[in-house]
């Protein structure tokens, strides 16, 4: 089956500093990746439409040069908070498309202290 | 603009009872939905999909349903068990893209 990796799980970073985060593709090469962020008790809201070898699709809304996402090769992909505050605090979670079904990574937990 | 709703927005059952998780969305023209079961802190682990051509999946105690002409999808859990507890949470694929529902939070009580 598609397996996605993403790390890191857990991350607490102090205000004003930048935290990167990647999603792999472990068994399957995904042209296309997602990126959404989730509040507690919500649903899940697409942040941006990650595009192997181009630029990101973004959401309205979402900054991009606050969340900068990367996509160099066909099983990774790295979303960058930059200069990240309190508010940024939240649950990221990637995704990959292969064929018609969507595989979740496992998530990571940001805090901005 | 496509919107999901999940009813009811939790729920508490006894174990060994049998449940249905309701899905609504406004607009028919989608590709196909699935349905996800999360874990608190976790990621997203499909359970099922189904096309738009089609009108139920199943897989072992989980039976989806989908109705695309009324914009409803149910999914039936058989039999449950502790293990079910989570936030079951369907989404439609729709341009490219997943929209969600808010989730249903299930409690499945010894």
């Known amino acids: 089956g598609a397996v996605v990796s993403q790390h890191p799980s857990r991350v607490i970073c102090k205000s004003g500093t930048s935290v990167k985060i990647e999603c792999r593709s472990l068994d399957f090469q995904a042209t296309t990746m997602f990126w959404y962020r989730q509040f507690p008790k919500q649903s899940l809201m697409l942040m941006a439409t990650s595009n192997e070898g181009s630029k990101a699709t973004y959401e309205q809304g979402v900054e991009k040069d606050k969340f900068l996402i990367n996509h160099a090769s066909l099983t990774l992909s790295t979303l960058t908070v930059t200069s990240a505050h309190p508010e940024d605090s939240s649950f990221y979670i990637c995704?990959?498309?292969?064929?018609?079904?969507?595989?979740f990574g496992s998530g990571t937990r940001l805090t901005v202290v | 603009k496509q919107e999901v709703t999940q009813i009811p927005a939790a729920l508490s059952v006894p174990e060994g009872e049998n449940l249905v998780l309701n899905c609504s969305f406004t607009?028919?023209?989608?590709?196909?939905l699935q349905w996800f079961r999360q874990d608190p802190g976790k990621g997203l682990t499909s359970l099922l999909l189904?096309?738009?051509?089609?009108r139920e999946q199943t897989s072992g105690r989980l039976n989806a349903s989908l109705d695309k002409s009324s914009g409803r999808s149910t999914l039936y859990i058989a039999a449950s068990q502790p293990g079910d507890s989570a936030t079951y949470l369907c989404?439609?694929?729709?341009?490219?893209?997943?929209?969600f529902g808010q989730g249903t939070e299930l409690s499945v009580k010894p």
């Open positions: 607009d028919s023209a989608i590709y196909n």
């Open positions: 989404a439609v694929r729709q341009g490219g893209k997943l929209i």
């Open positions: 995704s990959a498309l292969k064929t018609d079904s969507y595989t």
């Open positions: 189904i096309q738009s051509s089609q």
